[in-house]
């Protein structure tokens, strides 16, 4: 669009021997629904990212309790061992 702008001015002012080196566009306002469209945009792509987060995080506690349970499964066998290990112990000693 400020290439458009700049072409027609620059076109423009030649017809009147003047040459333009830069055209800045400042104080530039769009309407009201091109406004609220772009704000919808982004709080649809703020809604977005917080879906993947909830989805990566729900993924990641998934992870995380699976290894948890294996961890805890895969140690039982050495508690019961630690504890059918000290009642034989306890048994001949306290006699």
Do not use: W
Request: glycine share 2%.
């Amino acid at each position: 669009m400020s290439r458009e702008i700049r072409r027609i001015l620059t076109e423009r002012a030649a017809n009147f021997n003047i040459a333009l080196d830069d055209v800045s566009i400042i104080n530039l306002t769009f309407g009201k629904e091109f406004t609220a469209a772009i704000e919808a945009k982004q709080v649809a792509a703020q809604e977005a990212e917080r879906a993947k987060f909830i989805v990566e995080k729900a993924e990641q506690d998934k992870k995380s309790a699976i290894v948890r349970a294996q961890v805890y499964y895969c140690s039982l066998p050495i508690y019961y061992t630690y504890i059918h290990i000290y009642m034989y112990v306890c048994m001949y000693v306290c006699i």
